[in-house]
């Protein structure tokens, strides 16, 4: 089975940095994506992480630990777009079907 | 390069009635998903086609879905007959030939409404 655990919701100020924390415990591991979704949007790729370590991306970043179960997903300089909910998927060895978190929603204010 | 497009955007309909669901790959995408995410819940797998044939259905909810890909290129998704609890967004999703290590591209959703 699996079980992908996400804050629902988390509040920062623009300019600043944040966190989002995914946690998983599934019966196989072959990758973790992050997506963002804006309300009534698509959700859009952000990063895959298959390995251990920090992918850095422009303001995003996301890091892996698979021995821990864990990923987190590091937005830096904070805009207001980047006000959306942010989604962790692990994806099953077997079937490559990613299975998804509930979601961060991620309000960024002035 | 066209994204993965849906159609329709919104549906609301009676209990009872029926609904078809419509989804267009990225040209020269073999594999075709979809998901469902129903309020306040995860998005939830639903099935995966490779090219028409129907890869993995295990999500599918009940014998009241069915989704077809007639020569591997759009499909559709037809709820018969609609029910309260199958209110949500829908969800089509799109990669590559190989699933492993390819990125999948959604669209933007069918939200499906059931009164």
């Known amino acids: 089975g699996q079980n992908i655990d996400q804050p629902t919701e988390m509040t920062a100020t623009e300019g600043a940095i944040v966190q989002i924390n995914c946690t998983y415990q599934?019966?196989?591991?072959?990758?973790l994506f992050w997506y963002q979704q804006h309300a009534g949007e698509a959700p859009t790729f952000l990063s895959y992480n298959v390995l251990d370590g920090l992918e850095e991306k422009g303001r995003f970043s996301s890091f892996l630990s698979r021995s821990k179960g864990y990923s987190y997903l590091l937005l830096k300089e904070l805009q207001m777009k980047d006000s959306a909910s942010y989604l962790c998927?692990?994806?099953?060895?077997?079937?490559?079907?990613?299975?998804f978190g509930r979601g961060t929603s991620l309000i960024v204010h002035p | 390069e066209a994204g993965v497009t849906q159609f329709p955007s919104h549906s609301v309909i009676e209990k009872g009635q029926t609904v078809t669901l419509r989804c267009d790959p990225i040209?020269?995408?073999?594999?075709l998903y979809w998901y469902r995410r129903v309020m306040g819940k995860e998005i939830k797998f639903l099935l995966h086609f490779v090219k028409e044939s129907k890869q993995d259905e295990s999500g599918m909810p009940n014998n009241r879905f069915l989704a077809e890909r007639t020569g591997g290129t759009y499909s559709t998704l037809k709820v018969q007959p609609a029910e309260l609890e199958d209110s949500g967004v829908y969800f089509c999703a799109s990669s590559r030939n190989s699933p492993s290590g390819n990125t999948i591209y959604f669209g933007e959703g069918s939200w499906l409404t059931v009164v």
């Open positions: 599934t019966s196989g591991f072959n990758g």
């Open positions: 040209s020269g995408h073999d594999n």
């Open positions: 998927a692990v994806r099953d060895p077997g079937s490559y079907i990613p299975t």
